[in-house]
């Protein structure tokens, strides 16, 4: 997959487009991206292309709400994107300018001078540009003008559900692990760099791998969860815990630590992510370190059993 920073120096053949933030690249974004892969292979010589903004466009026009948690850092987007043979990925930074440009010249400058659209593929709830004037049947219109095919998908189901990103931060935020990955159709993932923590893990015989991820990375409920840890192409079980560790820190910051099993290298500095399996039990403060590391095997009991 091809990524563009920007609109400069962009050579696409016959591009079919899609526009959209993708946070979370969720089952809902799934039918349309297939669609995209579909349609671009049904074009002569045609190419799939992504659309899509950082920051999230929610942090521009709403710059006085708390920040919109992220189902996905922008490497994360990255690559989930690329298992959907996307052949083109644009990233375009959202400014206030972008905002406030009319959907019909976003058409005009953007899809149809720079990028050349032949098929515009877009999600049934499309809106864009100011006011999010850009909806199904303007573009109707524009289509029309410009002479490139329009096609409109219909809302994604599950279990009657609607999915939406919105949705999925709710469930992720209660800890609602099955919900979550119900909903985007693999399991969430959150990655960072390994960096260096106290020690405490280490000194009652559970090391951990502290992650220190993105600033706006949205993060589930506190507590233990069974996860899945990535570590240069290899998977390894873990249990990771979210919170402020009440047994052993006063400090109410909140720290990510996974203990990975059967692994004992240096990771220090490296990238690495999890996957979440299964929410084990809340954060909890503990009478003292015997109480913490008797839990804590009785987590790894519950992990094993979660895995057969």
Request: hydrophobic content about 40%; proline content about 4%; overall charge negative.
């Given at each position: 997959?091809?990524?563009?920073?920007?609109l400069?120096?962009i050579?696409i053949?016959?591009?079919?487009?899609?526009?959209g933030?993708?946070?979370?690249?969720?089952?809902?974004?799934?039918?349309?991206?297939?669609?995209?892969?579909?349609?671009?292979?049904?074009?002569?010589?045609?190419?799939?292309?992504?659309?899509t903004?950082?920051?999230?466009?929610r942090e521009?026009?709403?710059?006085?709400?708390?920040?919109?948690?992220?189902?996905?850092?922008?490497?994360?987007?990255?690559?989930?994107?690329?298992?959907?043979?996307?052949?083109?990925l644009?990233?375009?930074?959202?400014?206030?300018?972008?905002?406030?440009?009319?959907?019909?010249?976003f058409?005009?400058?953007?899809?149809?001078?720079?990028?050349?659209?032949?098929?515009?593929?877009?999600?049934?709830?499309?809106?864009?540009?100011?006011?999010?004037?850009?909806?199904?049947?303007?573009?109707?219109?524009?289509?029309?003008?410009?002479?490139?095919?329009?096609?409109?998908e219909?809302a994604y189901?599950?279990?009657?559900?609607?999915?939406?990103?919105?949705?999925?931060?709710?469930?992720?935020?209660?800890?609602?692990?099955?919900?979550?990955?119900?909903?985007?159709?693999?399991?969430?993932?959150?990655?960072?760099e390994?960096?260096?923590?106290?020690?405490?893990?280490?000194?009652?015989?559970?090391?951990?791998?502290?992650?220190?991820?993105?600033?706006?990375?949205?993060?589930?409920?506190?507590?233990?969860?069974?996860?899945?840890?990535?570590?240069?192409?290899?998977?390894?079980?873990?249990?990771?815990?979210?919170?402020?560790?009440?047994?052993?820190?006063?400090?109410?910051?909140?720290?990510?630590?996974?203990?990975?099993?059967?692994?004992?290298?240096?990771i220090?500095?490296?990238?690495?992510?999890v996957?979440?399996?299964?929410r084990?039990?809340?954060?909890?403060k503990f009478?003292?370190?015997?109480?913490?590391?008797?839990?804590?095997?009785?987590?790894?009991?519950?992990?094993y059993?979660?895995?057969?």
């Amino acid at each position: 997959m091809n990524v563009y920073f920007g609109l400069d120096d962009i050579r696409i053949t016959n591009p079919v487009v899609t526009i959209g933030s993708f946070d979370g690249v969720h089952s809902g974004h799934a039918k349309v991206l297939r669609n995209l892969y579909e349609s671009a292979v049904q074009q002569p010589s045609g190419e799939s292309v992504i659309i899509t903004f950082e920051p999230h466009p929610r942090e521009v026009l709403y710059p006085l709400e708390k920040p919109v948690g992220l189902l996905t850092t922008l490497n994360e987007k990255i690559e989930l994107l690329s298992s959907y043979k996307i052949d083109n990925l644009i990233i375009l930074p959202f400014t206030k300018e972008l905002a406030a440009m009319p959907y019909t010249d976003f058409v005009k400058t953007v899809l149809v001078d720079k990028i050349g659209v032949k098929t515009l593929v877009v999600g049934y709830d499309h809106h864009f540009g100011k006011n999010r004037e850009g909806n199904y049947d303007v573009l109707k219109e524009s289509a029309q003008l410009y002479g490139f095919r329009l096609k409109q998908e219909n809302a994604y189901m599950e279990n009657a559900v609607n999915v939406s990103s919105t949705k999925i931060r709710k469930a992720l935020e209660l800890g609602d692990v099955p919900t979550v990955n119900k909903l985007l159709g693999y399991r969430y993932i959150i990655s960072g760099e390994v960096v260096h923590g106290e020690k405490i893990g280490s000194s009652i015989g559970f090391p951990t791998a502290n992650i220190q991820v993105a600033e706006r990375k949205l993060l589930p409920a506190t507590g233990v969860y069974a996860v899945e840890v990535h570590i240069n192409g290899k998977n390894y079980a873990g249990i990771m815990n979210i919170g402020t560790r009440p047994t052993v820190s006063t400090s109410g910051v909140q720290t990510i630590e996974v203990h990975i099993l059967d692994f004992a290298d240096d990771i220090y500095g490296k990238e690495i992510s999890v996957s979440l399996i299964a929410r084990i039990r809340g954060e909890r403060k503990f009478d003292n370190k015997e109480e913490l590391q008797s839990q804590l095997h009785e987590d790894i009991k519950h992990l094993y059993y979660i895995l057969n």
